[in-house]
């Protein structure tokens, strides 16, 4: 597998990637994108990342995953990170996998927050995507941060050893007022970000295809209706094996899910 | 932003970020936690080597092999004697990039146990920190516990609630009691004299323990009374924070756990330039 690690993007934005180059002469293959989640969701999935890479890269695909500013290995405090941010680090991450490529053909594939923050930038990126792969995508921000404060409380009285209800009233009785979530800060302002995605009403980007992976949950059935139609291409795949990405079974977990990852590899691939 | 990639070991196949200031402390060096990757719980190490970084420190954090991006190491090692040969390589990249001989090892839990082991095999190793190391059974520690959830009212109300079937069994919380199993301990007389033996040559060592061992340890005096056969010297610190969790997921934890830190190299290490930042 040749990887190379490095630093991209302005200085006073510069981010932390990795290019997996692809392992064989593929010319239809796409470049690919990989947008990771939001906080203690990004760490539980990065191996699941690299895996996902080396199978793209193997089928001939290059591949770029890379951090937000304020993530991981990039620069930035934690605090510093934001949805618009997000959006604007995708786009920054998309012309360099171009330029490293040389490649015009590009799909992006995200999971959960940078799913979202990926179906919103696609409105910016021209020449259109030849597709765009959300991953379990947070489809309503008010409810992906609905839970992401109960899953808070919840490991605040999984600690505590103490009932979760009785935590809540004590410590957590306005939820709204919590700033942060699993380890990581969430600032007002990052909170009102995510408040206020609903790709229920947003416009719809100009990805030649699209695709929804996840467990199956109405809401995204009906964000697959509503793409559909528009008249747009749009498919659904229901993950057999999924994670929940917070919970404490996901915390230092080698799992890998091997069905969902085939099913992303094969929709990338169908793009061929 | 003073940080750069690096490649090094055999084949290139070890991969970490290099955070390069101008003091004149020992480079720090910090890897994975568990099967985390190189950035840490919570991007704890991120935070840990920015943090010292405006101390003056300069650090390594890198993925042990066959962790985070770093590739498998050829077959033929046990896990334990290839991360203290990744530690090992991880120095030498340190000595050939910016220089200086000197280094401290930080690592939570597993990575704590590599920590000392280093230490044991490298004398470049001149500081270890060690965050949740192995925590042995201390009697005034455990009636600590046993009155604390003899008085926990909730506790009692759970029980009867579970016994009565009116409650489903859940989760058991994240504890040593239940983890550590799968997390083989040495026995106290041999992580013992390991410590002593380091305190011998002049290793300078911080503990720090949580809430994760508090049936073991909840004062710091205790480490002392259950190691008391042990002469250290005094070349050991500890502190113990039974109100935070194994990985310091509350953010007040995270801010606790930097200042000791900062604190710790200050006080062990004062001879680092202090006009370095990030």
């Known amino acids: 597998m040749a990887v190379t690690p490095f630093h991209f993007g302005a200085s006073e934005r510069t981010m932390f990637g990795v290019y997996h180059h692809p392992e064989q002469r593929t010319p239809r293959a796409p470049a690919v994108l990989l947008c990771n989640p939001f906080g203690e969701e990004a760490i539980r999935s990065f191996r699941i990342f690299r895996v996902l890479a080396e199978r793209l890269a193997r089928a001939g695909s290059p591949v770029l995953r890379f951090d937000y500013f304020g993530t991981g290995d990039s620069a930035g405090e934690c605090s510093e990170f934001s949805v618009a941010g997000m959006r604007e680090d995708i786009l920054t991450a998309h012309d360099e996998l171009i330029d490293l490529s040389a490649k015009q053909r590009c799909v992006w594939a995200g999971l959960g927050l940078g799913a979202s923050a990926a179906y919103l930038a696609a409105l910016e990126v021209r020449p259109a995507l030849a597709g765009l792969v959300m991953w379990d995508p947070a489809i309503s921000g008010t409810d992906y941060l609905d839970m992401l404060l109960r899953s808070h409380v919840k490991m605040r009285a999984q600690f505590l050893e103490q009932d979760v209800a009785k935590v809540q009233a004590r410590d957590f009785a306005n939820p709204s007022q919590l700033g942060e979530a699993l380890g990581f800060t969430l600032s007002p302002e990052l909170k009102t970000e995510i408040s206020a995605i609903d790709l229920l009403t947003a416009s719809i980007p100009t990805a030649r295809k699209l695709s929804i992976v996840g467990a199956g949950r109405d809401v995204q059935e009906d964000l697959a209706c509503r793409i559909g139609d528009a008249g747009r291409s749009i498919d659904l795949h229901k993950e057999e094996d999924a994670n929940s990405w917070n919970s404490d079974e996901a915390l230092n977990a080698y799992m890998v899910p091997v069905k969902t990852l085939d099913k992303i590899v094969a929709s990338i691939g169908g793009e061929q | ?278």
């Open chain 2, 1 to 278: 932003m003073s940080e750069r990639v690096v490649q090094f070991g055999e084949g290139n196949r070890l991969h970490g970020i290099l955070n390069q200031v101008g003091g004149n402390g020992p480079n720090i060096i910090l890897f994975n936690a568990g099967i985390v990757h190189r950035i840490g719980a919570h991007r704890l190490n991120v935070k840990i080597a920015r943090h010292l970084a405006s101390h003056g420190f300069s650090s390594l954090r890198f993925d042990l092999s066959g962790l985070g991006d770093s590739a498998a190491a050829p077959a033929g090692r046990g896990f334990e004697e290839q991360a203290v040969m990744d530690i090992t390589q991880a120095m030498d990249c340190v000595i050939s990039e910016i220089g200086g001989d000197q280094f401290v090892a930080i690592g939570m839990c597993s990575g704590a146990d590599n920590s000392y082991r280093a230490a044991l095999s490298d004398p470049r190793i001149k500081g270890i920190i060690l965050l949740d190391p192995y925590a042995y059974d201390n009697s005034a520690a455990a009636f600590e516990s046993m009155i604390s959830r003899v008085t926990d009212v909730d506790r009692w109300a759970r029980k009867a609630k579970k016994m009565a079937g009116l409650e489903k069994p859940k989760a058991v919380p994240a504890t040593a009691d239940d983890d550590d199993q799968a997390r083989p301990i040495p026995p106290l007389e041999e992580f013992g004299a390991d410590l002593e033996k380091l305190c011998d040559g002049g290793t300078k060592i911080y503990i720090i323990y949580t809430g994760f061992v508090k049936n073991q340890i909840t004062r710091a005096s205790q480490f002392f009374s259950t190691f008391k056969s042990f002469d250290f010297k005094h070349a050991i610190s500890v502190d113990v924070f039974p109100e935070f969790d194994h990985t310091y997921t509350e953010l007040a934890g995270q801010d606790k756990l930097l200042s000791c830190l900062s604190g710790w190299f200050n006080e062990k290490f004062p001879v680092a330039s202090k006009d370095q930042g990030t």
